[in-house]
T-cell receptor, first 113, second 113 residues
Framework: GESVGLHLPTLSVQEGDNSIINCAYS??????FIWYKQESGKGPQFIID???NMDKRQGQRVTVLLNKTVKHLSLQIAATQPGDSAVYFC????????????WGAGTKLIIKP | DAGVIQSPRHEVTEMGQEVTLRCKPI?????LFWYRQTMMRGLELLIY????????DSGMPEDRFSAKMPNASFSTLKIQPSEPRDSAVYFC???????????FGAGTRLSVL
């Protein structure tokens, strides 16, 4: 039969609007979280990170929010641009795990002109 | 600084042939990771080296896959013999303390016919 690929959640946002990408992480022992952006034909690219002792961290046009109570992470992108179209992955590092990352499935962000 | 460099960018081979993928990590990084990405399974960690020593190879699918890191600036992933189901994009990433953010290469797209 035909193979079925991963069904990535997709978020469509109008150019110029803000976007919020969500991620539920799995392990309460995770102490470090990273957001990556993967454009078509490229490797994942580091965007922003946050440690578990923080609730919020801001970068250029991006903000990451961490809610440890419900094990939820979000990436907010302000004033989206066409170049923001990509798949976004959250990754978590479990304390003491020798730097290995646990990767989320990814969210596809589409910017509409 | 040059990022992680992978070669070749594309590889097309026939079933049964040996395939060697190459990676040059970022200078000064002491951890190196090999990943495989497919539509079916997403991003999978194959093997992880720290200071040139394989730490965790539990993700290597089978004995047909082997990886080496003879020095701090070079690693190879070999598939022998290759099979059509090995077709995927293979990424190499490197990192260093204290943050251990993984930086990815552009990937090698492997097609086994």
């Amino acid at each position: 039969g035909e193979s079925v690929g991963l069904h990535l959640p997709t978020l469509s946002v109008q150019e110029g609007d803000n976007s919020i990408i969500n991620c539920a992480y799995s392990n309460s022992a995770s102490d470090y979280f990273i957001w990556y952006k993967q454009e078509s034909g490229k490797g994942p690219q580091f965007i922003i990170d946050i440690r578990s002792n923080m609730d919020k961290r801001q970068g250029q046009r991006v903000t990451v929010l961490l809610n440890k109570t419900v094990k939820h992470l979000s990436l907010q992108i302000a004033a989206t641009q066409p170049g923001d179209s990509a798949v976004y992955f959250c990754a978590e590092n479990i304390e003491g795990s020798n730097y290995q990352l646990i990767w989320g499935a990814g969210t596809k962000l589409i910017i509409k002109p | 600084d040059a990022g992680v460099i992978q070669s070749p960018r594309h590889e097309v081979t026939e079933m049964g042939q040996e395939v060697t993928l190459r990676c040059k990590p970022i200078s000064g990084h002491n951890s190196l990771f090999w990943y495989r990405q497919t539509m079916m399974r997403g991003l999978e960690l194959l093997i992880y080296f720290n200071n040139n020593v394989p730490i965790d190879d539990s993700g290597m699918p089978e004995d047909r896959f082997s990886a080496k890191m003879p020095n701090a600036s070079f690693s190879t992933l070999k598939i022998q013999p290759s099979e059509p189901r090995d077709s995927a994009v293979y990424f190499c990433a490197s990192s260093r303390p204290p943050k251990n953010i993984q930086y990815f290469g552009a990937g090698t797209r492997l097609s086994v016919l």
